[in-house]
């Protein structure tokens, strides 16, 4: 069965621009979470999509958003990029249900200079 | 204060060595708890997972919970070199679909 696949791996942007994360969750997920992992505040929770809805929102920005596909698949925008931004992004997926195990994909690293 | 609370290390043993990794957390409502391994470079993989208090062991790992002193251990029995990673503990609460992570501790162990 494959893993979380994320793309791109690696992503160097500049101060202002946006970007667009792909996540592509296990065959039969359909959970969709997105974490942002720093250095100083760790794995930190952006929001969890199921079904295609956005059910559950961290305490990010309005300059994070995200969508997900009617095949679970998901990304995650960052617009107005900064340099605080800099970080592994990761996604993780699970069936769905509260006591369901996530999974997580090898993540994107991303580099706002 | 943190709703959990773990402590960064790092943490260095020699191989064999029993690894005791413990996490505090504040919310009385957590109710799943999870035990992730994260080496450089990669998303963390999942490791443990319990559901209220009590043990759960697989293989070399044994995970505990105590829910009355809100407390969580990872125990790595026989530990070798390829343990060194960083592991990170999780918990949910049954109301939500946000998981909490604790900041992860740096586990080293030398051959």
């Known amino acids: 069965k494959a893993g979380v696949t994320q793309t791109p791996r690696y992503l160097i942007k500049t101060r202002g621009q946006q970007v667009t994360l792909s996540c592509s969750p296990i065959s039969g997920h359909r959970s969709v979470s997105w974490y942002q992992q720093t250095p100083g505040q760790g794995l930190q929770f952006l929001f969890e999509?199921?079904?295609?809805?956005?059910?559950n929102k961290g305490n990010f920005p309005g300059r994070f958003s995200g969508r997900q596909f009617s095949n679970s698949r998901s990304e995650m925008n960052v617009s107005t990029l900064e340099l605080g931004d800099s970080a592994l992004y990761l996604c993780?997926?699970?069936?769905?249900?509260?006591?369901?195990?996530?999974?997580f994909g090898p993540g994107t690293r991303l580099t706002v200079l | 204060q943190k709703e959990v609370e773990q402590d960064p290390g790092p943490l260095s043993v020699p191989e064999g060595a029993i690894v005791s990794l413990n996490c505090t957390y504040s919310?009385?409502?957590?109710?799943?708890f999870m035990w992730y391994r994260q080496y450089s470079r990669k998303g963390p993989e999942l490791l443990m997972y319990t559901y209220s208090s009590g043990n759960k062991e697989d293989g070399r790992f044994t995970a505990q919970v105590d829910k009355s002193s809100k407390y969580i251990s990872l125990f790595i029995r026989d530990s070798q070199p390829s343990d060194s990673a960083t592991y990170l503990c999780a918990m949910r609460n049954t109301g939500g679909f946000k998981t909490i992570f604790g900041a992860g501790t740096r586990l080293f162990v030398k051959a």
């Open positions: 919310n009385s409502a957590f109710q799943y």
């Open positions: 993780a997926s699970s069936l769905g249900t509260v006591n369901n195990e996530q999974f």
């Open positions: 999509y199921f079904s295609e809805t956005q059910r």
